[in-house]
């Protein structure tokens, strides 16, 4: 097999300033340490103290609840005050809660309220205050997290992916409001991606072989390449693209649930 070169990209985020929710871990983390290997300056807000003592030092924190909106504008305040501005704000604190594996009518009242302030009204003020910032810049570019469970579903998930859909409906709203003020507005949709939030419903997937295997890839994907397609569409290689979705699901989203699953020896760990 002869090994032919695939192709690099560089990125130069020297100088600008990037709010991640959610960075303490998994993707979030992925992307905050992206942008900071970059030369980026990154301000990570999570609702957990504990794990932000493992960032790199490279990274500010803060912490807070993204389903509070006095927490949301004190993160953009404290970007601005430590840095002049805000370039790119990435929407990615989200919860799935066990107990949220149930069909509607199981479906406690209380954590439906608690996953709709944390994964829809948390992503609305974080952007509501960065916009304010980025209006008067007249630049800015937003990323939100959705999910391939935004776009089709499964059983017993009545809140998450619903939510996730309206992530991704966020984006193309805001997008189509501030596309002539210099804002440019995004989702991105991951597949299954290997992080503690995956890790703790493996076996309620069917393990990790089984999960990998619906994956035409052949493989669950990495928190690094949810990173990537967040820095290409934060970059100006993409200032053409706003108001839209990306999937980052290894085919995932193409595959009919009527086509012939992929033998399970076919799986790719070297892709
Ligand atoms: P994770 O659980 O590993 O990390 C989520 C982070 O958000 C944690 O650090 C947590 O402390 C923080 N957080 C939770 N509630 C918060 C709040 N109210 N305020 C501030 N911070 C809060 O999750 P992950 O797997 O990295 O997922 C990140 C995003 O990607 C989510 O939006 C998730 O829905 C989406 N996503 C993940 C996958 C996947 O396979 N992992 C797939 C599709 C979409």
Redo the contacts with the bound molecule.
């Keep these: 097999m002869t090994h032919r070169p695939i192709g690099q990209i560089n990125y130069d985020n020297r100088d600008r300033v990037v709010l991640v ?10 992307i905050c340490e992206s942008f900071a290997e970059s030369s980026a300056r990154v301000l990570c ?4 103290h504990a ?1 932000a003592k493992a960032l790199p030092a490279a990274i500010e924190f803060i912490q ?5 909106e006095a ?1 949301c504008q004190a993160a953009v305040e404290h970007a601005v005050e430590l840095w002049g501005g805000l370039d790119v704000l990435v ?6 809660p066990k107990a949220s594996y149930v069909p509607l009518d199981q479906l406690d009242a209380e954590l439906w309220q608690q996953m709709v ?3 829809l009204s ?1 992503y609305s003020f974080l952007a509501k205050h960065a916009v304010r910032i980025m209006l008067a810049q007249h630049s800015g570019v937003i990323v939100n ?5 935004a776009h089709r579903t499964a059983r017993q998930v009545p809140s ?1 992916g619903p939510l ?1 859909a309206a ?1 991704v409906l966020q984006s193309m709203q805001w997008g189509i409001e501030y596309a002539r003020q210099g804002i440019r507005v995004v989702s991105v ?10 890790r703790a419903s493996l076996e309620a997937q069917g393990g990790e072989r089984e999960l990998a295997n619906r994956h035409p890839l052949g493989r ?2 990495r ?1 690094a390449e ?1 990173a990537a397609a967040v820095l290409w569409l934060s970059s100006s290689a993409a200032s053409f693209v706003t108001a839209t979705d990306l999937a980052v699901d290894g085919g995932l989203g193409a595959m009919g649930a009527f086509a012939d699953p992929y033998p399970i020896d076919t799986l790719r760990e070297d892709t």
């Design positions: 929710s959610g960075g303490a871990s998994g993707i979030g983390l992925a807000m999570d609702i957990d794990a807070g609840d993204t389903s509070r927490d929407n990615n604190a989200a919860i799935q302030a944390v994964n948390g997290m959705a999910s391939g469970q998450y996730k992530n949709s991951p597949g299954a991606i290997d992080t503690p939030l995956v669950i994907g928190a949810v």
